[in-house]
């Protein structure tokens, strides 16, 4: 599986991104894909994850981030609304073809990742 997120860039405070992230596979439907966010550092903290239509988000974004996924085009999307400066990171997708939790090492599969800067 291959993955490649997009739709990064420079926002202010209380602004919004969406971001992109499109696979390779044709399995796609099953697995569980992860967004992750990396700050300068900081270790990687999970965001947010959907697995068969089922979403959980971290607490520092649940209410203000929304993922959700488009099988027939192989992509998951990170809708971000009432970002903060400390939302500012590289942004990764991640899939995994099993139960994939919140921590990295359990995702097979990483985009190269997306940079997100919230000015305040």
């Known amino acids: 599986v291959q993955l490649q997120a997009s739709g990064g860039g420079l926002v202010q405070a209380g602004g919004s991104l969406r971001l992109s992230c499109v696979a390779s596979?044709?399995?796609?439907?099953?697995?569980?894909m992860g967004w992750f966010r990396q700050a300068p550092g900081k270790e990687r903290e999970f965001v947010a994850r959907?697995?068969?239509?089922?979403?959980y988000y971290a607490d520092s974004v649940k209410g203000r981030f929304t993922t959700s996924r488009d099988n027939a085009r192989n992509k998951v999307y990170l809708q971000m609304n009432s970002l903060e400066p400390e939302d500012t990171a590289v942004y990764y997708c991640?899939?995994?073809?099993?139960?994939?939790?919140?921590?990295?090492?359990?995702?097979?599969?990483w985009g190269q990742g997306t940079q997100v800067t919230v000015s305040s």
């Open positions: 959907v697995k068969l239509g089922r979403t």
């Open positions: 991640a899939a995994d073809n099993a139960a994939a939790g919140t921590q990295p090492r359990e995702y097979d599969y």
């Open positions: 596979g044709r399995t796609f439907s099953t697995y569980t």
